[in-house]
């Protein structure tokens, strides 16, 4: 059931989305862990994406930006996804990230929903100017091929469900030569909330040739292999759904490995969770020290304890940690025999929200499919998180 990405293999089907100021180093290390447990004699379990960076970030050696491109040395694929809306420096970046980073996988991000990038003609709504974003694909694509590097692409349904984009998309990047297709089953005015259309990713897979990678509502394994099965994707891509539950990539391996259990997921105690947040906590602490490593770690604090019963001041105190010794007292107040609470498998975790009405896009966007002279992108980068 493996999912080839150009001259990638990937043994199980399974992308960790980037996630910005959550997939860094040490949560990828600590998902390939989990993976590689639950496939321990297959490799690479999975695909894990550092954090988007911004191409102009790469170009102008910002070294806040050089400095998240940091990876595991355990993992067999470094990959990294680009944001960017300016052709020639997409470019650029990826011949720098390829040739002297030595980076195995450039994913492209035109999915971001966020007002700040949509405004000025980034991330999600730039699939409507087809003509900018088939020069952006042809150039990133060149700039690999001499290193081997696939590059793929990362989309929503569109702008809205009148705007849908989706389809023209898959087949320009196919066209450009790229290796692979991810999905988003929702429109940008969805944002995060919502459910997301599988329908929608049934119907890429049956309009390219490329593999297709399905993302959304994939909140244990099960779900993922309900969407391959309903949609025939070739994979998929998993973001919100490992908040606070980076055991979800063990139970996916498990599932989607070549000859994968049929078995439900093995739900973990407190005390499993406990010591899933130590290690995710000394991870940090081996790139960050311990004070700012355990500093970062306090906002998975939430997602890992969702639905345990700890009490209002436990809580508080686990989401104002800075030791060690501070965790482990804090540990030791609670019932490492408590099961876990039931009632959040399945259940949502991090943004939600509610779809917006209108979203913010450059004056006369939707006028023209192909971008004129009157709209200026210079600056799309700008307020772009990572560099």
């Known amino acids: 059931m493996g999912l080839r990405i150009g001259s990638i293999e990937v043994t199980v089907p399974v992308v960790l989305a980037p996630m910005a100021g959550i997939t ?13 447990a639950g496939a321990p004699d297959v490799r690479p379990a999975g695909l894990f994406v550092c954090e988007m960076i911004t191409s102009r970030g790469i170009v102008e050696r910002i070294p806040k930006t050089f400095d998240m491109l940091r ?13 960017g809306v300016d052709p020639a420096v997409i470019a650029t970046a990826t011949a720098i990230l390829c040739g002297e980073l030595g980076i195995d996988h450039v994913d492209l991000n035109f999915g971001c929903p966020v007002p700040k990038v949509t405004r000025r003609g980034g991330g999600g ?3 409507w100017k087809r003509d900018r974003l088939e020069a952006i694909l042809r150039a990133a694509v060149k700039a690999a091929a001499p290193y081997g590097v696939p590059v793929t692409m990362k989309t929503r349904k569109g702008i809205d469900d009148d705007h849908l984009t989706y389809l023209d998309a898959g087949r320009i990047a196919e066209q450009a030569g790229v290796a692979a297709v991810a999905l988003h089953g929702r429109t940008v005015a969805q944002a995060y909330g919502g459910d997301a259309d599988w329908e ?5 897979v049956d309009t390219v040739s490329i593999p297709v990678l399905g993302n959304g509502d994939i909140w244990e394994a099960g ?9 025939g994707a070739a994979g998929v891509v998993v973001g919100r759904g490992c908040l606070g539950r980076p055991w979800l990539f063990r139970d996916l391996a498990a599932r989607l490995r070549p000859g994968g259990s049929e078995d439900g997921p093995t739900l973990p105690t407190l005390g499993e969770v406990m010591a899933m947040v130590r290690r995710h906590g000394e991870l940090l602490a081996e790139t960050h ?3 700012h490593g355990l500093t970062d770690l306090r906002k998975h604090m939430a997602w890992y304890f969702k639905g345990f019963g700890l009490g209002g001041e436990l809580r ?33 975790r991090g943004r939600q929200g509610s779809p917006r009405e209108r979203v913010t896009v450059p004056y006369g966007w939707l006028e023209s499919r192909v971008l004129d002279d009157s709209v200026d992108l210079a600056d799309a980068e700008s307020d772009v998180s990572g560099g």
């Open 71 to 83: 990876f595991d040395e355990g993992d067999p694929v470094k990959s990294v996804q680009l944001y």
């Open 289 to 291: 020290g311990e004070r």
């Open 125 to 127: 709504v730039l699939p």
């Open 316 to 348: 508080k105190a686990l989401g104002m940690v800075s030791s060690f010794v501070e965790l482990d007292d804090l540990f030791a107040r609670l019932d490492p025999g408590t099961p876990f609470p039931t009632g959040e498998v399945g259940a949502p």
């Open 24 to 36: 860094n180093p040490a949560y990828r290390s600590l998902c390939r862990e989990q993976a590689e």
């Open 223 to 231: 779900d993922a292999v309900r969407m391959m099965r309903e949609t």
């Open 200 to 204: 929608a990713i049934a119907r890429l």
